[in-house]
């Protein structure tokens, strides 16, 4: 066809043996961090690995609600960098494999797994009928179950296209992204109420859902972005121009004031009510140490991000991208730790297992990446949209 972008011939290199050994290197380092924290402070440990249980959801679901978003939206700009996105979103399974361990430490986490401490606490037995093992274990086996079949419908009708260029995967996967959304929304919710608010049952947030889904998006994106540039600049990206980088910055630029939108109106909402049974969360996280996390959240998670992003050159900006990316990664983690520390801790706690915990994140994401990218193309060739994604312009 006249005119139409030639496709790399090398869609199907593979990352280099050294990036993946990296990867393998950190994941086991990750796992004896994981398995010396236990030995040394039970409580502690599983308190951290609450915190990148959920870090590491946020990345596999936000991908996935990017790539259901794309097909929503019948957007075109994203369809050649959409392959790294469907790499990513195989760590919802994983993350779901990693949240095992912590069903033997239910009791060190929360207050209401405890039978004889809800029999004395009024608002506990009146949450009961939700706030209990066998619901909680229901509604996790039923999320993660839901969300692995619709990571498992996107990617292999998108694989399936790259065989068959046949046009049906498109549109079949255009039906599943509307019946995914809600299904996102209900069960995003659910793992933050779940997993982070009912750390402090008596305390509740009918925005805390919305709050870890702009977090979720912005770990997605950012990882995204990052992985896109660094393979864009190792030759597997070739046709990307700066439009396609401005968008990605762009739309982290976006979730990042949605972040902080999200987060002062859930402030605000509390603050104007005045009401004790809601107040004391915030009190807790303005005093003992906790306020300095808190302003330092408010600098790393939007003022330094939303000023790095502002102009239209810096989204265009690849050594930026990469950076702000890795910082915005940063910022999401230290807000997980924020949320759940202090419901161990009344002032705020650093040691080497918040530091060597997330050594397990990055290597899984490694190797994940590497072994998806010796067996797929990291192009979706058979997409109709790609030639105009390749020829985007704004």
């Not at 065989?163 to 255009?174: G, M, R």
């Given at each position: 066809m006249s005119g139409q972008p030639s496709l790399p011939t090398y869609i199907h290199k593979?990352?280099?043996?050294?990036?993946?050994?990296?990867?393998?290197?950190?994941?086991?380092?990750?796992?004896v961090c994981y398995i010396l924290g236990y030995l040394v402070d039970v409580r502690h440990a599983a308190f951290v690995h609450v915190v990148n249980f959920l870090?590491?959801?946020?990345?596999?679901?936000?991908?996935?609600?990017?790539?259901?978003?794309?097909?929503?939206?019948?957007?075109?700009w994203s369809v050649p960098m959409r392959r790294v996105n469907e790499f990513l979103a195989a760590l919802i399974p994983?993350?779901?494999?990693?949240?095992?361990?912590?069903?033997?430490?239910?009791q060190d986490l929360f207050p209401w797994?405890?039978?004889?401490?809800?029999?004395?606490?009024?608002?506990?037995?009146?949450?009961?009928?939700y706030l209990n093992v066998n619901f909680f274990t229901i509604r996790f086996v039923?999320?993660?179950?839901?969300?692995?079949?619709?990571?498992?419908?996107?990617?292999?009708?998108?694989?399936?296209?790259?065989?068959?260029?046949?046009?049906?995967?498109?549109?079949?996967?255009?039906?599943?992204?509307?019946?995914?959304?809600?299904?996102?929304?209900?069960?995003?919710?659910l793992i933050a109420i779940d997993w982070a608010m009912s750390l402090e049952p008596h305390w509740y947030s009918t925005i805390y859902g919305v709050y870890y889904f702009s977090g979720t998006v912005l770990a997605g994106v950012s990882t995204a972005t990052y992985i896109i540039v660094k393979l864009h600049e190792h030759g597997y990206f070739p046709q990307l121009r700066r439009d396609h980088f401005y968008s990605l910055g762009t739309l982290m630029f976006v979730f990042v004031n949605f972040w902080a939108y999200i987060a002062f109106s859930q402030f605000l909402l509390v603050w104007y009510a005045n009401l004790p049974?809601?107040?004391?969360?915030?009190?807790?996280?303005?005093?003992?140490?906790w306020e300095y996390v808190s302003v330092l959240l408010i600098l790393v998670h939007f003022a330094v991000p939303y000023f790095m992003l502002l102009t239209q050159d810096s989204k265009m900006d690849l050594k930026r991208l990469k950076f702000i990316s890795i910082w915005i990664l940063f910022a999401h983690l230290l807000d997980l730790y924020w949320l759940v520390m202090p419901s161990f801790s009344t002032s705020p706690v650093l040691s080497w297992m918040e530091i060597s915990f997330p050594l397990f994140i990055v290597g899984l994401v490694i190797v994940i990446f590497a072994w998806k990218m010796k067996r797929q193309n990291v192009v979706p060739v058979g997409d109709p949209k790609l030639e105009r994604g390749l020829e985007f312009r704004l």
């Open positions: 593979p990352l280099s043996p050294k990036i993946r050994n990296i990867g393998w290197g950190l994941l086991l380092l990750g796992v870090f590491l959801t946020s990345i596999g679901i936000g991908v996935l609600f990017l790539i259901a978003l794309e097909y929503i939206a019948g957007a075109v994983f993350a779901a494999l990693m949240a095992l361990p912590l069903f033997f430490h239910l797994v405890n039978a004889e401490t809800v029999a004395h606490d009024t608002v506990l037995k009146m949450k009961e009928p039923v999320i993660f179950g839901l969300w692995t079949l619709f990571y498992f419908l996107f990617t292999w009708n998108s694989k399936r296209q790259d065989i068959d260029k046949d046009q049906k995967h498109t549109k079949f996967n255009i039906g599943l992204a509307a019946a995914f959304m809600p299904i996102f929304a209900i069960g995003l919710t049974e809601e107040t004391y969360w915030f009190i807790a996280r303005w005093k003992n140490g």
